[in-house]
């Protein structure tokens, strides 16, 4: 019996070989300077940050050639998978404007490259591990579990790597007529992968971000498809659909490198030339003086629904996950404030080679400085769709008087400086809810500074009321406001105030934090000139008796 005879007996019933599928997947019609790159998570749970860096890098390098981006879903486990995960990822990556051109919805398939979810593919992954077994480069092996754990503890006593390889690798001896022969019997199996490598020689690849590494070969002969006779493992089902799909560059983290040895061996094996690696610097966190790997289990922003909850634009996510993809990029931004990240050119040699550290504080600052720029119309549109999903309280809000709530968010925002404290859309509320009197009598309370006696207090409220309120325009505004001050001993201008403070009750700024808390309870917020000219008169009159009348 030959090899092909064994191939045939594990797989019976194939309706096509290799040949069939690289004619019916033709070389992609580009040229070398156009890049075909993937996103290929196992839908085994939530968008890590991790895969979404992955998958931004993948995107970057497609757009800037005018290559292919596409999706590939790697469901070999299906123990881990999850029901929905699949669609969890598309709605993640059409939240951040991260289109794929190729991808699989349920039966819908855009592409030429499909199926492109791997359970899908078996057929094809059968005839490529046929092939091998033809050739030689894969066999059947029998060794049961007891076995295998009983090599590896022996291995660990005698100090020995693990694995199975050269005299380990027992069925490597099991020649074609007994391999069959326990097939027929029911003997169960999986297929390995024959390597040729020798670990004491060294294995030489150029990463992109990395540069040159060294690693010992590969000698394990891999499992690459499991007892079952359905799906392969992920090595080799990766470089099948990497070959097929055409895939110029594999975008992965960094903790794949030590599998670059087998995945080239398999490339080779077939005579196939592998796609360029980029593997990625962990994402990293500041823990108090240390620096960590975000962790799933004890991080809510390693999970990208995160920051859609708390509602941040997307492109803030983005432009905060840039500045870690390149060193340069944040310097390129500022020179070019006009232009979107498409516009910057990504180079692997630029990124980090070690971990990435990704700062919130950061992200908060480029949330808010996207946020100021934002027109009254937009934030109302992007933060009313955010509260529709999130936060009924804030949609009742803007439901109530929408004018009005876009003149809150209009408050300081047209200007050569605009206000920047809004981060996320969830804080809205926090900030805006004194603009609604319900809110402000039902809420808050009055925490006073520098001037706390009530009767004090309600003297300048009195005062600025019966005489000094004034919101005809800003200059005239304040000029009020320090006439009163000269009028009631605080005084107007802060030099002066700063040379002989025994000579004041206090300052223009103390008085001015008087009427900003019995108006919002608050002493930080916003422009008070434009509060009370949206309020109007009758609102902060109201705001200033109940005060009085309530102490």
């Known amino acids: 019996m030959t090899r092909t005879d064994l191939a045939n007996i594990i797989f019976p019933n194939l309706e096509?070989?290799?040949?069939?599928?690289?004619?019916?997947?033709?070389?992609?019609?580009?040229?070398?300077?156009?890049?075909?790159?993937?996103?290929?998570?196992?839908?085994t749970g939530y968008m890590h940050i991790g895969n979404f860096f992955s998958a931004l890098v993948d995107y970057i390098i497609a757009h800037n050639t005018n290559g292919i981006f596409y999706l590939r879903n790697e469901d070999t486990d299906k123990a881990r998978e999850v029901s929905d995960a699949v669609e969890k990822i598309m709605n993640t990556l059409n939240y951040y404007h991260i289109k794929p051109q190729e991808y699989q919805a349920g039966d819908v398939i855009v592409g030429e490259y499909?199926?492109?979810?791997?359970?899908?593919?078996?057929?094809?992954?059968?005839?490529?591990?046929?092939?091998?077994?033809?050739?030689?480069?894969?066999?059947?092996?029998?060794?049961?579990?007891?076995?295998?754990?009983?090599?590896?503890?022996?291995?660990?006593?005698?100090?020995?790597?693990?694995?199975?390889?050269?005299?380990?690798?027992?069925?490597?001896?099991?020649?074609?007529?007994?391999?069959?022969?326990?097939?027929?019997?029911?003997?169960?199996?999986?297929?390995?992968?024959?390597?040729?490598?020798?670990?004491?020689?060294?294995?030489?690849?150029?990463?992109l971000v990395k540069g040159k590494i060294e690693l010992p070969e590969n000698d394990q002969d891999i499992v690459i498809m499991k007892s079952d006779n359905l799906l392969p493992t992920y090595h080799f089902a990766h470089l099948v659909d990497d070959h097929l799909m055409h895939t110029t560059h594999v975008v992965r983290g960094e903790e794949w490198l030590s599998s670059v040895p087998v995945h080239i061996e398999l490339f080779e094996a077939f005579g196939y030339e592998p796609p360029k690696y980029i593997h990625v610097p962990l994402i990293m966190k500041q823990d108090g003086d240390k620096k960590r790997k975000i962790s799933k289990r004890k991080d809510p922003e390693a999970s990208m629904s995160y920051y859609e909850e708390l509602g941040y634009p997307p492109l803030a996510v983005i432009e905060s996950l840039m500045t870690i993809i390149n060193s340069d990029y944040e310097e390129w931004h500022t020179a070019n404030p006009d232009k979107n990240f498409l516009d910057f050119t990504f180079r692997p040699d630029k990124m980090s080679p070690s971990g990435a550290l990704y700062d919130l504080e950061k992200l908060n600052n480029i949330s808010k400085d996207i946020i100021s720029k934002m027109t009254k119309e937009k934030l109302y549109e992007l933060s009313y769709n955010w509260a529709k999903k999130y936060s009924d309280s804030l949609k009742t809000l803007i439901e109530r008087d929408k004018e009005y709530y876009m003149d809150i968010l209009n408050i300081e925002r047209v200007q050569d400086k605009p206000r920047k404290d809004i981060a996320y859309y969830s804080q809205i509320e926090n900030l805006i809810w004194y603009m609604y009197d319900d809110l402000f009598t039902n809420n808050g309370s009055y925490s006073f500074k520098n001037i706390n006696?009530?009767?004090?207090?309600?003297?300048?409220?009195?005062?600025?009321?019966?005489?000094?309120?004034?919101?005809?325009n800003k200059d005239v505004w304040f000029q009020k406001i320090k006439d009163m001050c000269d009028e009631l001993g605080y005084a107007s201008n802060m030099k002066e105030y700063k040379k002989n403070p025994e000579l004041f009750k206090g300052n223009v700024a103390d008085v001015s934090t008087v009427l900003r808390i019995c108006l919002t309870k608050e002493s930080m917020t916003p422009d008070m000139y434009e509060i009370m000219h949206l309020l109007g008169k009758e609102r902060v009159f109201n705001r200033y008796l109940d005060f009085i009348k309530g102490n």
């Open 16 to 43: 096509h070989d290799i040949d069939y599928y690289n004619a019916k997947y033709p070389k992609r019609n580009l040229t070398d300077e156009q890049y075909v790159t993937r996103f290929a998570p196992s839908p």
């Open 114 to 207: 499909g199926p492109y979810i791997q359970s899908e593919r078996k057929e094809i992954y059968h005839a490529f591990i046929k092939y091998l077994i033809e050739i030689g480069r894969a066999y059947p092996c029998f060794c049961t579990k007891d076995e295998l754990d009983e090599k590896r503890l022996h291995q660990e006593k005698a100090k020995l790597r693990t694995g199975y390889y050269g005299g380990f690798a027992k069925c490597r001896q099991v020649d074609v007529d007994e391999a069959i022969e326990r097939i027929k019997k029911g003997e169960p199996y999986v297929i390995r992968f024959r390597s040729k490598g020798i670990h004491e020689k060294k294995f030489i690849f150029d990463d």
């Open 453 to 472: 006696n009530i009767n004090e207090i309600k003297l300048i409220l009195n005062t600025y009321m019966d005489k000094y309120f004034d919101i005809s």
